[in-house]
């Protein structure tokens, strides 16, 4: 039996209880956020909206509630995405361990589903395969220690379409100049590496709104009297009470916000080590609030990273205040 919701107000907890009742999480999950409805006071109903989906199978529909509202169920994320290999739903199997940042310990699962997919020519093979690659890349320079021998392969960013081999560079550390403390070390203009970084940023370096949200940063920076530099990849560097600090400046939108936040991650970790700064806090700055809570626990719990974003006018966010 299905409830009719269309008679139920917009945002409130009667419209989301009859949403769970129809097994409509991602639904309910809306309706929460629209009337600031915390999920503890839906437990129950939760609880069994998503045994009723996990009887079904419909382990990508809790997975997907997962990622917008941080994990709320009894089954954990590795867990749901084990079942997934279990019953050979593997274009859900990469599309939510692609979202939740999991390779390493999907290694092999996640190869032989995308081995699935060549084999059957799907076209979106090729762009898993690159999507995994740049996860690998993420992983290995997360955990690389910074020694000024060390560098990391690293492989070249292509559209996901493009028919084109990607080209592997070989990503190594630029040792600052202790002259310069408060500025990053330039860069040489052959290393293909950085003419690649380059050419992907100038997009983002040429939005409006990119560029009225880093104006607002610098501005606030010197307002607390900490210096402020830049670099040809580097929106944003200073050197804070706690050491130095790399900012790196998104400008997103309900529909780009997750891929904003992996190239975000993916850009920091990059220049911490090709800057030879293992001791540097890594900054996300946002042109507005993320849209969902999932995302600024990742970020700040799991990943250490600083979140602020603009709001009115001004930095708002979690860790706005480390800079004052």
Known sequence: MRYDTTQLPLGSIDRAKAQLANLDLLKALKSCRNGNIPLEAMK???????EH????KAYGVILS???VAGTFGTYTVDHLLQRMYEVRDYPSLLKQAYRFDIYSALRVKVEEAIAWHFQRGLPDAEAWRRKFAKLAEQELLRHTPFEPQSSVQVQEEMPEKSRAVP???????IVTKPSR???????PTDDPYIISQTARVKLEQANASHKHTLTILKEFLHQQNLPVSESKLIDAYSILSDGPAIFEVKSVTETNEREQIRHALSQLYEYRFLYTLPEATLWIV?????SSQWYIDYLTKDRGVHIIWLEHGQLQGPSIRFLR
Do not use: I, M, N
Not at 53 to 56: I, K, V
Not at 181 to 187: R, T
């Open 44 to 50: 129950p109903e939760l609880d069994t909206c998503v």
């Open 167 to 173: 080209k592997l560079f070989e990503l190594k550390p």
């Open 53 to 56: 989906l996990y009887d079904r």
């Open 286 to 290: 946002f042109s507005q609030a993320p």
């Open 181 to 187: 403390p408060h500025s990053p070390a330039p860069e």
């Open 65 to 67: 509630g997962y990622y």
